[in-house]
Each structure stands twice: as C-alpha cells, then as structure tokens.
C-alpha cells in the first residue's frame, strides 16, 4: 500500500507551506490546520481548501484510503478506536503528505499552545504525531527528539517569523535520532522537541497527522 501510495503521489504536483514562516521549505500533498490558523483560531479557509482537496484523493485513484488505512492500523491495538476529529461539528483533515527534503527546524506541535480553546470537540489529555514513511533518502532524513519540552524563557531562541527555535534552546538535553525505513510508522509526543536532518538523494515522503487522546480514552486524528 506504500508503494501505492507513493506512486501515485509521486506523479502529483506538491504545494509549499508559506515559505516565510517554514523555512526552508516542506512540500506537501493535502492540507494541514497549521497553515490555516489566524489568532488562535482555525481560519474558515481551512474548510474551504478542505472542500477542494477532498477531490484531489479520490483523484490518485488509489483503491483504499491511507489514512484509513493508518487509524485502522493504530486501532487494533487501541479498543477505544481511532477516528478523524471534529471541530465545531465539523469532520477535520485527515492528515497531509509532507516533503521536508530540506529538514524540518527544532520546534514543537502543541495544539493546547496553537490554539486558544479546544481544537477539537473534545478535551485532549494527550498529544502525538503520526508519520508514515513512503520514500526515505539512503543519507540523512533522520528525525531527532529530544528531551525537552517548551517553557518561557524558550521564547528567546525563537527563529524571527518561523514555526522553529535554534536549536540552542534543547541545549544538552539527552536525544534519539531515528532513522525512518519505508513501510515504517513512527508515533511521538510532538511536545519534545523535534527537527528533521536534510536529505540527500532520494525525495523524503510521509504521510502524517496529528493524534489525541479524548478525555474518554479515544484516539482523534487531524491533518
Ligand atoms: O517527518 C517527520 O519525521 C516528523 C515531522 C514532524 O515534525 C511532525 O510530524 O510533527
Ligand atoms: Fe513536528
């Protein structure tokens, strides 16, 4: 199904994030919250894009739904279930394909920190992000956590504009570096801090959206 998956991707055109506050630059196929958010609040064109890019799936011709595939894959083993969020009554995206051939910057997802209220229909007591690895360079492309989650004085090693932080502001905090293999699924508590080396050679392509545990124990996901 990966390799399915990321043929058919492959001969699609990916978009670039705002470039100004991601950079360098992620390509991506689908569309995610992060770029739709105007002060604390999900933007009404994030539904709009939505609307327009629940076409572009079903246009890859792909006999299942990948996504669909992933939550169902994370379910056997969560009897709670694993289903797409909602926001205001209304479904949510179910995750995006992203190109981050350039890296990603230190930085952290915190949805309780992005967005003033709750994000989804639910209280979430827990975070994690979901990738699945459809293309990885032979050199570099590794993700490294560490362990250190935001606190104010943080603010200072913000980069100007960016989703990101020097990466001074994990200073000697222990870390892992993985190092993804196609066909993998790697979950994490995106509140550490996290950064993707630069590839080389090969496109580095996943599809990933966001997780989070209910007050009632389900797993809501979210693009
Ligand atoms: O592509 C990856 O390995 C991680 C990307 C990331 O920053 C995230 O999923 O929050
Ligand atoms: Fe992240």
Redesign the pocket.
Known sequence: MCEQTLRALESREFDSYGSKRVDPPVLRYGIGVSDHRRNGKVAGSYWDALEAHRQAWPALGLPFDPYKECRDALGTDWPRGVVVGHHDGREMGPGVA?E?NQG?QV?F?DALREFSGDLLDAPLVAQF?F?LYLSVPKSGGE?VLWRHLWCPTDEAFRLPHSYGYDKAVVGDAESIELK?EVGEA?L?N?RYY?A?RPSRGSRRI?L?FAVAMSDIGELLTWG
Do not use: L, S
């Open positions: 992203r981050p990603f930085h997802d992000a990738n993700m993804p790697i994490i995106p996290h993707v996943a990933g």
